[in-house]
């Protein structure tokens, strides 16, 4: 073979070596691209429900007190409206204690202790919810 020819397929190869080094580094960045986009889209899905989160709490309890405060304890619609979005952006052990605080509260003839301390629970479930 000529030297020509083995200049030709030298070339040839490293241009094909080349070709598939960099098929292959952008398959690895895209791919590293996709997963960055994923991380920033799960952090923003979090501050929302974050956002969520703080703001059915706060109409929550602002419903709880309001309930809690009246002589006649006849309507409880505007509480329940309340209940159910925070029971949806709730943890587990959140959306539990935001039941048991309800059930007292739609007994007729509570006890204040037991309602106290039930909120008090509730508070420090949502406030650990609100710093995770």
Same mark, same amino acid.
């Not at 590293?32 to 706060?58: D, G, M, P, S, T």
């Given at each position: 073979?000529?030297?020509?020819?083995?200049?030709?397929?030298?070339?040839?190869?490293?241009? &094909?070596?080349?070709?598939?080094?960099?098929?292959?580094?952008?398959?690895?960045?895209?791919?590293?691209?996709?997963?960055?986009?994923?991380?920033?889209?799960?952090?923003?899905?979090?501050?929302?429900?974050?956002?969520?989160?703080?703001?059915?709490?706060?109409?929550?309890?602002?419903?709880?007190?309001? &309930?809690?405060?009246?002589?006649?304890?006849?309507?409880?619609?505007?509480?329940?409206?309340?209940?159910?979005?925070?029971?949806?952006?709730?943890?587990?052990?959140?959306?539990?204690?935001?039941?048991?605080? &309800?059930?007292?509260?739609?007994?007729?003839? &509570?006890?204040?202790?037991?309602?106290?301390?039930?909120?008090?629970?509730?508070?420090?479930?949502?406030?650990?919810?609100?710093?995770?």
């Amino acid at each position: 073979m000529e030297p020509a020819a083995y200049t030709l397929i030298g070339a040839l190869g490293g241009i &094909f070596i080349t070709q598939m080094a960099n098929y292959f580094l952008e398959d690895k960045k895209s791919a590293n691209q996709i997963k960055l986009k994923e991380l920033e889209l799960k952090k923003v899905r979090y501050h929302e429900l974050l956002k969520e989160r703080q703001e059915a709490y706060f109409k929550y309890l602002e419903e709880v007190d309001k &309930f809690y405060a009246q002589e006649n304890r006849d309507d409880m619609v505007p509480l329940v409206s309340h209940l159910y979005k925070s029971v949806l952006v709730a943890s587990d052990a959140t959306a539990a204690q935001i039941r048991v605080v &309800f059930n007292i509260l739609r007994d007729e003839e &509570f006890e204040d202790g037991n309602f106290l301390k039930a909120k008090k629970e509730l508070l420090d479930l949502m406030r650990k919810d609100l710093q995770e």
